[in-house]
């Protein structure tokens, strides 16, 4: 089953090329470079496209700031226009941290050996969590999943964790197979939102988080829909470090995301639907082991990204 058969014809080769950049002011100075935690005298932070640019930008600019105070080195945040531009930019050696959305992980991990380090939690320190979910106007005569056959179903974009792998697993739980509905790729979260809302569809995913956000901003009446499906919890997105970098480097970038103050990640945070928001906490490979077996059940390889 590939993820490839619906995506709209683009060349992935220069996906990886293709980010919005900016740089946070570092403190690192001429002698940054010759830090083992500051290679080649920057950092480079990958965000995965999670919602508006924006939004999303200036959030995760604040983010980069408070970790290039931390870290005496300058971080270049780069929110890219694909899920797949972040795998391939980190492959390709042009990432060395990055926030991927937790199926985005597990490729990140099979192709460039990326390593979990961080995640955002709660006020409480737990882990914060969110979940898939398919929508219908509220008139509509879909009540469930298995009511889709024949029917347009809009999703986030190749890769998603909750606007692309999930409900495609939810239609292969009700035996429905893919080629029966008529699956519309939108190109993100809020632009698989808008399809629904712009009656272009008969149906969309609408993860909690963009439900939270496009209902905050007022884009989206929760009341005038319903949920059909809902998946079980997610662990938030992980922050990821390359795996072929120096050690000394992991090290540092762990503990300094561990110990940044609340309010520097709460912007992001609340993007993610972390409210109030925490401190980061460690994760790990373990942590995302159900996603890992969800790209195995839906037997997605290297080759789907």
Not at 123 to 139: M, Q
Not at 189 to 215: C, K, M, Y
Request: include cysteine; glycine fraction near 8%; aromatic fraction near 6%.
């Amino acid at each position: 089953m590939s993820l490839r058969r619906f995506t709209r014809p683009i060349a992935l080769a220069i996906a990886a090329s293709s980010v919005l950049a900016l740089t946070a002011c570092g403190t690192g100075g001429d002698t940054a470079g010759e830090s083992p935690t500051c290679p080649d005298g920057k950092i480079r932070f990958g965000v995965e496209p999670f919602e508006d640019p924006a939004r999303l930008t200036p959030a995760a600019q604040k983010l980069g700031d408070a970790l290039s105070k931390s870290l005496n080195c300058p971080v270049e945040v780069q929110v890219t226009q694909e899920y797949s531009a972040e795998v391939l930019a980190m492959q390709n050696n042009k990432l060395d941290i990055a926030i991927f959305g937790p199926l985005g992980y597990v490729f990140a991990s099979q192709r460039a050996e990326a390593e979990a380090v961080a995640s955002f939690a709660d006020a409480n320190r737990a882990l914060s969590t969110y979940t898939a979910g398919i929508w219908v106007p509220k008139g509509s005569d879909i009540t469930s999943v298995q009511q889709l056959r024949g029917r347009s179903l809009a999703l986030g974009s190749v890769g998603s964790t909750s606007g692309d792998a999930l409900p495609r697993k939810a239609l292969a739980d009700n035996h429905i197979p893919e080629n029966e509905v008529k699956i519309d790729y939108a190109g993100g979260h809020p632009e698989a939102l808008l399809a629904l809302t712009n009656g272009a569809v008969d149906a969309a995913e609408i993860n909690s988080q963009q439900l939270a956000s496009a209902t905050a901003a007022g884009l989206f009446d929760p009341a005038a829909h319903r949920q059909i499906w809902s998946s079980a919890p997610i662990p938030n997105d992980p922050i990821t470090v390359r795996g072929d970098m120096d050690p000394a480097f992991k090290q540092a970038v762990r503990d300094a995301l561990l110990n940044l103050d609340p309010s520097t990640v709460g912007e992001i945070g609340a993007l993610l639907d972390v409210s109030p928001p925490g401190p980061l906490v460690p994760v790990d490979r373990s942590t995302y082991q159900p996603l890992f077996d969800l790209a195995a059940s839906l037997k997605l390889t290297e080759g789907d990204v």
